[in-house]
């Protein structure tokens, strides 16, 4: 969808509308990100490598890694961390950006890996983006060796109700007014309210984890359920 101010996604998205939509916020995304969740994305992005409990000389693939900032905190375990997205806008920026991060360009539904090739599987913040969710799960758990393991980073349900409330009113009225003035296309960031809001809250995407062929699906939330990482281990 065009609009005065770039490109957003409708919910129905199609790959090229979200490529092209997150090609528009691109160069200002890292900071954007950093502004909309008061700082909070760093100790999610931690948590997100804690969680996957990498071991140095491991292979980890980060799907819909944007800019790389989800794949440079995976290399600081020591593991190789290499990312893949749709949209070349975030993958320029996150070459300019990151020169040493392992980069390239792919998509969910169809990774450019054989079975099998990963000790580990992560996406941050960019399952709710794919078009399919659940053909992308089958996915990562076709490159992911038996026994590996997934985190699944993304925005959840907040568990208590009156901190429900509070965060969704952020969410609808005050983001896209935030982002109005740090974004490079700030329509994006109505479609980022609006997803969020539409998305299944914690159980409901562990039992689509499950049904895509993952086991001992868990999950933890982060910041009240803001954010939630689901994990599971392909047997
Ligand atoms: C919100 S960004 C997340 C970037 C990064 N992982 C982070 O934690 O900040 C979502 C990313 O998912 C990517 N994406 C959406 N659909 C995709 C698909 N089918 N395959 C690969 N990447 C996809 C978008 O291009 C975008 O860069």
New binding site residues.
């Given amino acids: 969808m065009s609009t005065p101010h770039g490109r957003r996604a409708s919910l129905d998205k199609q790959?090229h509308e979200?490529?092209a939509?997150?090609?528009g916020v691109?160069a200002r995304?890292?900071l954007t990100?950093t502004v909309l969740s008061f700082g909070q994305?760093r100790p999610w992005?931690r948590a997100?490598r804690a969680a996957l409990g990498l071991r140095p000389g491991e292979r980890v693939l980060?799907?819909?890694?944007?800019?790389?900032?989800?794949?440079e905190e995976l290399a600081q375990s020591g593991a190789y961390a290499v990312?893949?997205?749709?949209?070349l806008?975030?993958?320029y920026a996150g070459k300019r950006s990151r020169p040493s991060v392992p980069l390239l360009a792919?998509?969910?539904?169809r990774l450019p890996f054989a079975d099998g090739s990963f000790d580990a599987v992560t996406?941050?913040?960019?399952l709710?983006?794919?078009?399919?969710p659940e053909a992308?799960l089958r996915e990562l758990a076709r490159v992911t060796r038996p026994g590996g393991r997934l985190v699944v980073?993304e925005f959840s349900t907040p568990v208590n109700p009156a901190f429900r409330t509070v965060y969704l009113s952020y969410l609808m009225r005050s983001l896209p007014a935030v982002a109005r003035t740090v974004s490079s296309n700030p329509d994006a960031y109505v479609y980022?309210a609006e997803s969020i809001r539409a998305w299944p809250d914690q159980a409901a995407l562990a039992a689509k984890v499950g049904a895509a062929g993952w086991q001992k699906v868990a999950w933890r939330n982060l910041t009240g359920g803001i954010v939630a990482l689901h994990r599971a281990v392909r047997e």
Wanted: with cysteine; net charge negative; hydrophobic share 45%.
């Fill in positions: 790959p979200v490529a939509m997150f090609d691109a995304y890292d990100n994305d992005r997100t980060d799907v819909g890694a944007g800019t790389g900032v989800s794949t990312g893949a997205d749709l949209s806008g975030m993958l792919g998509d969910a539904l996406i941050s913040f960019a709710r983006n794919v078009t399919d992308a980073c980022l």
